[in-house]
């Protein structure tokens, strides 16, 4: 399967090089502020190096929200190669479509994620009830550039007959929905393909 096979490139690389760029500035924002005895909500985390990361830095325990179960054999590997089996739950879980199946945890994070709904007002909106302490998100700048990369992908994969597809919304947008849930959110870190907001209770 396709899923399963990114999957295995994912966990590769991940033990090769370690977190890439835009995930280890979300681990350093994240410990800065502190997560020893932390619970944390990773929402689309993939195979899971977030998580691990945190954990090994003091968070208490991590759940994982995926809509594929083509990370889980991978995802399983990785927290045994860790050693931080029975600290990590995966769960098959659309949070913005059933917000109630899951509970709230200190530290939410959704890296690379927003970009795939199309409803982020759904998924940030959900995210942010279940965050009691932190939130942080990464995201594509909205500028002419990303917006052209954005139409190419979405053309590839209607020509390819997919029904996936991506989005770069409005920074701002985003920035209101997760302060209308009673968040203080802020720009962190402005990069050329991703961005990071965190956002504090």
């Known amino acids: 399967m396709f899923g399963d096979r990114f999957a295995k490139r994912m966990a ?3 033990r090769r090089r370690g977190l890439d760029k835009t995930a280890r500035r ?3 924002l994240l410990t800065e502020r502190g997560v020893q005895g932390a619970t944390v909500l990773e929402i689309g985390g993939g195979v899971g190096e977030i ?6 830095r003091g968070a208490a325990s991590a759940t994982n929200l995926e809509l594929s179960p083509g990370y889980e054999t991978e995802a399983a590997a990785l927290i045994a190669e860790a050693g931080l089996t029975g600290r990590v739950s995966r769960r098959l879980v659309d949070i913005a479509a059933d917000p ?3 509970g709230p945890a200190d530290i939410v994070v959704l ?3 927003v970009c795939c709904f199309g409803d982020h007002e759904a998924l940030l909106g959900s995210a942010a009830d279940h965050a009691r302490r932190q939130l942080v998100f990464s995201h594509p700048p909205r ?3 990303s917006r052209a990369v954005v139409a190419t ?3 590839l994969l209607l020509l390819s007959r997919r029904e996936f597809r991506v989005f770069a919304h409005p920074p701002a947008a985003m920035l209101a929905v997760l302060a209308e849930h009673g968040l203080r959110p802020a720009v962190a870190h402005r990069g050329p393909v991703w961005q990071v907001a965190a956002a504090t209770r």
């Open 143 to 145: 500028n002419p550039v």
């Open 26 to 28: 979300i681990v350093e």
């Open 153 to 155: 992908q979405n053309l």
């Open 12 to 14: 590769a690389r991940y």
């Open 111 to 113: 890296h690379r994620v």
């Open 100 to 102: 109630t199946a899951v």
């Open 51 to 56: 998580q691990l990361e945190l954990l090994r």
